[in-house]
């Protein structure tokens, strides 16, 4: 799997900030399970070890703790072992197969948290936050958001116009154009996007 | 485009003014009004409201407006304002969702 290189939105602008925040549901989720990915990796195998590393086991090939195999130039001809031998049984301690957490027996594997899907009805353009602040605006639930956060919503406004004017009818026009501006609204006092729902007739959404 | 309303808010402990202007609606099409709305420096902001109507659309372009003051940083800390006070009214309605902070209803 590729290495998992996060981008930080706070850092985008312009048109690169607009592509980031209309990712598909695709795109997401596979940038989804690498971050998982990367956390596993780190986790287990220290931090950088997926950009260290020549062959190591993914969560689901791993049926038992797994050691990796590092480029021999990287820690200068020194490859690091997992911590394997360290454990020495006591004296008259059982030895063998019953003793399952030293010698004999690996231990089970590490179960690895499944991931839910999407919700039904959830908008991979503009995820419901708090999960988007935490990205963008480093978490904290503050009343106050950032600048960025106000771009955002300019986005969601002009997406949502667009929305808006694809509806059959001018009375579904307005009605949608009525909630853009309570979500426009929203957003900059909360920095919450895609809340509350935009009035549109079921297929006509988008 | 031509300004139909505009209005100067002061800055705590600055000589400078806000300057917020409301432009006239215009058409762009059937059923295609659009209202231009300007906060001047250091808001900065701009947006372009559309309605169905010129009446919605200037409606709404109030209400962006705003919204756009009223949860800006600037006004949450109390140094933005209007009338000689700060955090305070600002000569337009708050947003409902705004009540809280800015229990000033349309």
């Known amino acids: 799997m590729m290495p998992y290189n996060p981008v930080d939105p706070a850092s985008l ?10 990712r598909s549901p695709q795109e997401i989720e596979q940038q989804r399970q690498a971050s998982t990915q990367q956390r596993y990796q780190d986790f287990f195998y220290g931090d950088g070890a997926d950009r260290r590393t020549a062959n190591v086991a993914t969560p ?6 797994a050691r990796p195999v590092v480029d021999s ?18 004296a008259g301690a059982a030895d063998g197969p019953s003793c399952a957490t030293c010698h004999g027996a ?18 991979a353009a503009f995820p419901t936050l708090p999960v988007l602040r935490d ?3 480093g978490g904290g639930g503050s009343s106050k958001p950032p600048e960025h956060d106000r771009k955002q919503c300019e986005i969601q406004q002009r997406r949502d116009g667009e929305i808006c004017a694809r509806q059959p009818t001018s009375r579904a026009n307005a009605v949608c154009r009525g909630t853009a501006m309570d979500r426009y609204s929203h957003c900059l006092d ?3 996007v895609d809340t509350p729902r935009l009035f549109t007739i079921p297929g006509y959404s988008r | 485009m031509n300004i139909i309303a505009e209005q100067q808010l002061d800055l705590r402990d600055s000589e400078a003014k806000v300057v917020v202007r409301l432009f006239a609606p215009e058409q762009k099409g059937q059923d295609l009004w659009v209202c231009r709305h300007e906060i001047g420096e250091p808001i900065g902001e701009m947006l372009e409201t559309e309605g169905v109507t010129s009446l919605q659309a200037l409606a709404l372009a109030v209400k962006g407006l705003s919204a756009a003051l009223y949860s800006h940083p600037l006004y949450r800390e109390g140094r933005l304002g209007a009338f000689g006070e700060f955090g305070d009214y600002l000569g337009l309605p708050a947003p409902a969702q705004y009540q809280r902070f800015a229990p000033f209803p349309f």
């Open chain 1, 73 to 90: 130039g990287t820690y200068g001809g020194r490859a690091p072992v997992l911590q394997q031998a360290s454990y020495v049984a006591p």
């Open chain 1, 13 to 22: 602008e312009g048109d690169d900030l607009t592509n980031w925040y209309l």
């Open chain 1, 106 to 123: 690996p231990p089970p594997p590490i179960p690895v948290p499944h991931l839910p899907p999407f919700p039904s009805g959830w908008d």
């Open chain 1, 60 to 65: 689901s090939q791993t049926s038992s703790l």
């Open chain 1, 135 to 137: 990205i963008i605006g």
């Open chain 1, 190 to 192: 909360t920095g919450e």
